[in-house]
């Protein structure tokens, strides 16, 4: 059974930045596609961005318009981590952070709060 541990969430000032990381167990990584997604208290729970697996693939990437030239998704399949830089941060973007391996495996999540 895979599973997916998020690091790196926490407090944060407006405009600052924070990096998460999703360690995933299992060999097989590498072939699916990954995301982050996020819920805020009383919201549901919505993509912040994606990233596409495979041997061969070319890494292709998606985000919510709300996030775009703010965060950057990104992956090391040697290391089976899933990352998440976050910049230009506000206070909208708090909520607990969770990432995904394909369609149904889910991390524990990390809380991000962004405020001053």
């Known amino acids: 059974q895979v599973q997916l541990a998020e690091f790196g969430g926490g407090l944060v000032q407006p405009g600052g930045s924070l990096r998460l990381s999703c360690a995933a167990s299992?060999?097989?990584?590498?072939?699916?596609?990954m995301g982050w997604y996020r819920q805020a208290p009383g919201k549901e729970r919505e993509m912040v961005a994606t990233?596409?697996?495979?041997?061969?693939?070319?890494?292709?990437?998606n985000y919510r318009d709300s996030v775009k030239g703010r965060f950057t998704i990104s992956r090391d399949n040697a290391k089976k981590t899933l990352y998440l830089q976050m910049n230009r941060l506000k206070p909208e973007d708090t909520a607990v952070y969770y990432c995904?391996?394909?369609?149904?495996?889910w991390g524990q999540g990390t809380q991000v709060t962004v405020s001053s």
């Open positions: 995904r391996q394909g369609s149904r495996v």
């Open positions: 299992g060999s097989e990584f590498i072939f699916y596609p």
């Open positions: 990233i596409s697996g495979g041997l061969y693939g070319d890494n292709t990437t």
